[in-house]
């Protein structure tokens, strides 16, 4: 595996995809304060997420590094911090994974997410030598399930009541991209 906390991506002008470290706690929770409401509508985490909880995800952060079960990483957007995608583990006896993301409100429909999760997915599929990447979405979420849409994932399945978010449960639309699916595009 090529050792995640070495590498970064250039996203476009301006943009950048690099993994997220412990000294990005200030600048990270920041950020989720100020997209609480848009982040809890779709995330189950955000609506109680504290300064301690994000610390603990950054050091859990390294945790997933250290075992090899991927990284996550920060967007970044000129300079700043704009959002996290990262893969939510690593399957290697089945050769599978399946990215995560989330974006500020202010930076989202330019793209940079849907650079961000073709960033990842090439790496997963190419570098790493997986067979499958998925992204899983809510039903509702229509920006996040746009997403996988442009960089033509395949709808697989609806997961009936598969997340709970604030006493209510979603379903979720599995995407999903092989290693034979030819080149990662962007379709609109």
Known sequence: MVEPRRCSWPLGP???LRPLAATDLAE??????ANRVHLAAWLPWAAGQTAADTRDFLASVGRQADANDGFQAAVLRDGAIAG???????????????????????????????AAVAALARHALEVW????????????????????????FEAE????????????AHDLVVYSRLAGDGALHRTS
Request: glycine share 14%.
């Open 84 to 114: 996290v995608c990262g893969y939510v583990g690593v399957d290697w006896a089945n050769r599978t994974t399946a990215i995560g993301y989330w974006l500020a409100a202010d930076r989202q429909g330019r793209g940079l997410m849907t």
């Open 28 to 33: 990270l929770h920041a950020l989720i304060e």
């Open 14 to 16: 301006g943009a950048e």
């Open 157 to 168: 399945a609806t997961f009936r009541r598969a997340q709970q978010i604030d006493g209510r």
């Open 129 to 152: 030598g997986l067979r499958r990447v998925e992204v899983r979405a809510a039903v509702g979420n229509r920006r996040s399930r746009a997403v996988p849409e442009r960089l033509g």
